[in-house]
């Protein structure tokens, strides 16, 4: 399995802040990267697919970037809503797997 | 707009078999070259990919469950089906249904789109 290592496991923001999150493959894994978002008690919701492509309806204020090992998700200006738990999936072989997660708090 | 809806026992047993539906709404299961996975999170952990079963019914299994894990579909009655074999109480989580991969553009991605809301599962006696 390949091992998916994110950082931070979390980190305190504030309204406004740009904040970055990284990914780290434990091999190349190309471009084969999702980001998902999840809010408490909520699914997971994919925000970033194929490491840079943003899903329809989400905010523009989001984007990620990166090939290979290592990957980050940027949110350019936080945003109440956006406090939630971000975690990182690469799709590049099976099984898929999943970064630990990084809880965006407020500060 | 796809819908997905998981359902089943919320207790099961240790050494029981966990069985959960799928049932997809706003689209046919057998419509497009989709997959339909299963993915669980026990409480305050990360996720798990447990495994998918394509349109046409083959399968991919976590080698760390595949022992375990059985995935059906019925296009019937547009579900899909997870089957958990000799639970133990490390396999108390939500479990989610999804939908993939992600098409856009006239190209498709590996990645899960729709997610159900995810249904509890504990394993106790």
């Known amino acids: 399995d390949i091992q998916m290592t994110q950082s931070p496991s979390s980190l305190s923001a504030s309204v406004g802040d740009r904040v970055t999150i990284t990914c780290r493959a434990g091999q190349s894994i190309s471009s084969y990267l999702n980001w998902y978002q999840q809010k408490s008690g909520k699914a997971p919701k994919l925000l970033i697919y194929?490491?840079?492509g943003l899903q329809s309806g989400v905010p523009s204020r989001f984007s990620g970037s990166g090939s290979g090992t290592d990957f980050t998700l940027t949110i350019s200006s936080l945003q109440p809503e956006d406090f939630a738990t971000y975690y990182c999936?690469?799709?590049?072989?099976?099984?898929?797997?999943f970064g630990q997660g990084t809880k965006v708090e407020i500060k | 707009q796809v819908q997905l809806q998981e359902s089943g026992p919320g207790l099961v047993k240790p050494s029981q078999t966990l069985s959960l539906t799928c049932t997809v709404s706003g689209g046919s299961i057998r419509s497009g070259s989709y997959y339909w996975s299963w993915i669980r999170q026990p409480a305050g952990k990360g996720l798990e990919w447990i495994g998918r079963i394509y349109t046409g019914g083959s399968t991919n299994y976590n080698p760390s469950l595949k022992s375990r894990v059985t995935i059906s579909v019925d296009t019937s009655k547009n579900q899909f089906s997870l089957k958990l074999s000799s639970v133990t109480a490390a396999d108390t989580a939500i479990y989610y249904c999804?939908?993939?991969?992600?098409?856009?553009?006239?190209?498709?991605?590996?990645?899960?789109?729709?997610w159900g809301q995810g249904t509890l599962v504990t394993v106790s006696s």
């Open positions: 999804a939908r993939g991969p992600h098409c856009s553009g006239g190209s498709c991605y590996p990645a899960s789109d729709s």
């Open positions: 999936q690469q799709s590049y072989s099976t099984p898929p797997t």
């Open positions: 194929a490491a840079s």
